[in-house]
């Protein structure tokens, strides 16, 4: 649709990107990522690059946010040694990490809620032009 209307290059007039994932996400996906599993960075880089619903991260960004995460007291690591090459960091959730997530999801949910009426209203103004 968005490469019909605007040419093909998936930007409108305005300069919005149609089907771009949501940005400014990152923290929870991380978090979200952790609780499943501990990993590494560039572990965690390959999960969301993956999800074509998680958000976009470039390594400066993702490894940012980590160092924020661990300064907050939500994520630990811890050096892994083992296995060939040098040794990397190992991240993991800690139990307030588990909190944080909780308190992003309440956030989400209550976000959605507006996003759910903010479309149905549109849906509706929409629907009687027709």
């Keep these: 649709m968005c490469d019909e209307h605007h ?14 994932r949501m940005r ?5 996906w991380l ?4 609780k499943q599993k501990p990993s590494h960075g560039y ?12 958000p976009d991260v470039d390594p400066g960004l993702l ?3 980590l160092r924020q995460l661990e300064e907050d007291g939500l994520v630990r690591s811890t050096w892994d040694t083992e296995g060939a090459g ?8 800690t139990p307030e990490g588990v909190e944080h997530l909780h308190a ?17 209203e549109y849906q509706r103004l ?5």
Excluded at 126 to 130: D, G, K, N, T
């Design 7 to 20: 040419g093909g290059h998936g930007l409108d007039e305005r300069g919005c990107r149609c089907g771009a």
């Design 24 to 28: 400014g996400f990152v923290q929870p």
């Design 31 to 34: 978090l979200l990522l952790l």
């Design 43 to 54: 572990e965690l880089m390959e999960r969301l690059g993956a999800d074509e619903q998680a």
């Design 63 to 65: 490894y940012r946010t």
């Design 86 to 93: 040098p040794a990397r960091r190992l991240y993991e959730l």
């Design 104 to 120: 992003w999801a309440i956030e989400v949910r209550r976000n959605r809620q507006q996003l759910d009426r903010f479309l149905a």
């Design 126 to 130: 929409f629907q009687e032009r027709r």
